[in-house]
């Protein structure tokens, strides 16, 4: 039976469909704004995974390339491997909808998100959010939606609701607000410093505008909704919990005072095996370690609500001890080890060339990136062992949300016109490992010479909901991560916020404690700023010697083919004298790299004696290249020949120009004058004296 829902939501009409399309899915939808269209599907197993100590849960959102009229580029043409924007958004989807499943349910869920149509105008990544929310909503699925998303931008004072991408280009701000009828569930932007003022305004416009897709979502299941199925839920055992806590509680709020973690981690493993002896035949290991873990979260919340401190002795407010450390590798064009309590983060930037942009395809066309930022969790930085292999999407995630919020400091191509790579090697990790890399990352960057506006810091901050009390915890460690309701993490800065992200635990928070949040973050930004400064408080004035030389500058458009030649020919001869490399584009930007300055400076010298127009009453040092009977031809330019006639080699009689010039000899000419067909007169006499001539001609 098909159905449809519309509803007026920014600019444009958004529509959602169910009963014609993936009619087999729990759930599917095809969501449409504007002229681009996503199918989304959701289907549960019908298998209890009771073996398993999470949600099953997998999304995966796919762009179709003919959704844009396009066929795949590369040999297989077809789509392979996800996109780095293809990951992002199946995250984007993801983080939201994951706290909203009943807790202990271990049937294997999947979303699918494929991108069916593109106009190349809306992001589709908002429409597969709304539209996992409404396969959900309206399947047997438990699911304690719905949930909405809008896109925020900041364009000319006002703010924009579901923006273009042209207008995202020209905003301030990008912002995704997703929540439900509670509250803010997830947050995800970036910004070219902007105030927390701002940030807070465009949360709250965003929220406003989001609620209305949720009643549409709540109409939609009372058309065609189906009925909810109450499925098996992995539960403890009678009175396992309570047995375990009375057994365990004090030896274990000794463990949770540990300062240190790996002390902490072993002395928690020593006990579950105790215990696991103790109860053998009673109770599983999987009830031990459930067990443990709620009683351990109630001790680190109810502690920080109790006595006012954190289990690590830290003031709610407190940043827990930094250490930043420039040039730490030798040979790296710019390195630097940020040290936040024990997280830290190994940051190497290493500059490039033209040659070394990455090309992005996307629906919205060809890209090229001078940006990039690398980041690596390896198994070592939590003191465990497993396969190392290509980026997961927790690295991908972590580092497209440090790029995020360094990008906006980055210099403009005409400042400095090198493709800048960003490694950050995760070394430590014990709460916020990604706001440790932007730490790193920023005075990794300036330690290699890179003009950055300004330096960025970032921190993350948690939360303990109790009842009536809510407990915000600045730069939060693993346990309290792993036992808040909130991950919120906020870059920037001095002047504003760069990037922000937010994903909670929760069914939502309210827009007066993002309010708060904000706030605390800025203190402690300004902090960890206020130590970055200490140790290098802007860029190196030059790159490293190890770095590759370049400089760019723009050549008249008439030049270009000058400069390139026939077939290429006098770029490749330039190349070859030089060993420069050369990037022209068409509208005469030159950009040449060279492995130091003496190359670089040759290439540019000939570029620009390639360019430049003789001057009337200038000397130059010219080469003679053909001998006539009535003077000889001189290159006094590359490609510029001009004519001394015989008059003007010297004052005094010259019998046989054969006899005084000779091909390939080098002579000092002065320019007389460049007739309206460009022919150059030359001369010699007015810049030797007769005795010149007269030497050679004994010689």
Do not use: W
């Not at 109860?279 to 599983?284: D, E, I, L, P, V």
Request: proline content about 4%.
């Amino acid at each position: 039976m098909k159905e449809e829902v519309k509803l007026k939501f920014g600019a444009e009409e958004i529509s959602i469909k169910t009963g014609q399309v993936a009619r087999q899915a729990n759930g599917s939808v095809l969501v449409q704004y504007g002229e681009t269209i996503v199918l989304v599907s959701a289907v549960m197993g019908n298998t209890f995974k009771e073996d398993l100590d999470f949600l099953p849960l997998t999304v995966e959102y796919k762009e179709r390339t003919y959704a844009a009229g396009k066929i795949p580029g590369g040999f297989f043409k077809r789509e392979g491997r996800p996109s780095e924007k293809e990951i992002l958004t199946s995250r984007l989807i993801d983080r939201p909808i994951r706290p909203l499943f009943p807790k202990g349910l271990r049937n294997e869920i999947q979303i699918i998100s494929i991108v069916l149509s593109s106009d190349g105008a809306y992001n589709p990544d908002v429409l597969a959010v709304i539209g996992a929310s409404a396969a959900l909503h309206i399947s047997e699925i438990p699911f304690e939606g719905p949930i909405a998303a809008v896109r925020v931008a900041h364009v000319d004072q006002e703010f924009v609701i579901n923006p273009t991408y042209e207008e995202v280009e020209k905003s301030k701000l990008n912002l995704v607000v997703v929540g439900t009828k509670e509250g803010v569930v997830m947050l995800e932007g970036e910004a070219k410093e902007v105030s927390e003022d701002l940030f807070y305004q465009a949360v709250d416009v965003g929220y406003q505008a989001l609620l209305p897709a949720i009643e549409l979502q709540s109409q939609f299941r009372e058309k065609c909704g189906k009925e909810k199925k109450d499925l098996l839920l992995l539960k403890l055992p009678e009175g396992a919990y309570e047995t375990i806590k009375k057994m365990v509680s004090p030896k274990l709020q000794e463990i949770c005072l540990l300062p240190n973690k790996e002390e902490r981690m072993e002395s928690i493993n020593l006990l579950t095996c105790e215990l696991e002896e103790e109860f053998a035949g009673t109770y599983t290991a999987s009830d031990i370690k459930e067990s443990l873990s709620r009683i351990q979260k109630n001790i680190v919340r109810n502690y920080a609500v109790n006595n006012g401190k954190r289990i690590d002795g830290r003031e709610f407010e407190e940043v827990r001890p930094i250490s930043c450390e420039v040039g730490f590798l030798p040979r790296t064009h710019g390195s630097a080890l940020f040290t936040r309590g024990q997280t830290q983060s190994l940051a190497v930037t290493t500059l490039g060339t033209t040659n070394d942009e990455q090309m992005i395809e996307s629906l919205e066309g060809e890209m090229f990136k001078k940006f990039m930022l690398h980041y690596n969790f390896p198994p070592f930085s939590v003191g465990e062992t497993r396969p190392m292999r290509g980026p997961g999407r927790r690295e991908i995630g972590h580092g497209a949300l440090a790029e995020k919020a360094l990008k906006a400091v980055m210099p403009e191509e005409e400042e400095f016109p090198y493709t800048v790579r960003l490694v950050s090697d995760v070394l430590e990790s014990n709460g916020s490992s990604s706001m440790a890399t932007i730490c790193g990352g920023s005075l990794s960057m300036m330690d290699a010479g890179v003009p950055l506006k300004s330096a960025v810091a970032g921190i993350a901050l948690g939360l303990f909901k109790e009842q009536d009390k809510d407990v915000i915890l600045t730069d939060i460690a693993g346990l309290e991560d792993h036992y808040g309701d909130m991950d919120f993490k906020v870059a920037g800065t001095k002047e504003g916020v760069t990037a922000i992200q937010m994903d909670i635990k929760i069914n939502g928070i309210k827009l007066e404690l993002i309010d708060k949040i904000l706030k605390q973050a800025q203190k402690a930004r300004l902090h960890i700023l206020n130590i970055m400064d200490s140790v290098l408080d802007k860029n190196r004035s030059h790159v490293s010697s190890y770095a590759p030389r370049i400089t760019s500058f723009q050549i008249p458009h008439d030049k270009i083919g000058l400069v390139i030649g026939p077939g290429g020919k006098t770029i490749k001869r330039i190349i070859s004298e030089t060993g420069a490399k050369f990037d022209i584009d068409d509208n005469g930007i030159i950009n040449i790299a060279a492995d130091n300055d003496e190359q670089l400076q040759g290439a540019i010298l000939k570029v620009k004696e390639l360019i430049q127009d003789p001057e009337v009453g200038k000397i130059y040092a010219g080469k003679i290249v053909k001998v006539v009977n009535f003077g000889a031809f001189c290159e006094i330019l590359p490609g510029k020949e001009g004519l001394i006639h015989v008059s003007e080699i010297s004052n005094k009689r010259v019998p046989s120009v054969e006899e005084v010039l000779k091909v390939g000899e080098e002579v000092q000419v002065k320019v007389l004058g460049i007739d309206d067909a460009g022919k150059i007169k030359l001369s010699m006499k007015q810049v030797q004296g007769p005795e010149v001539l007269e030497e050679k001609k004994t010689t």
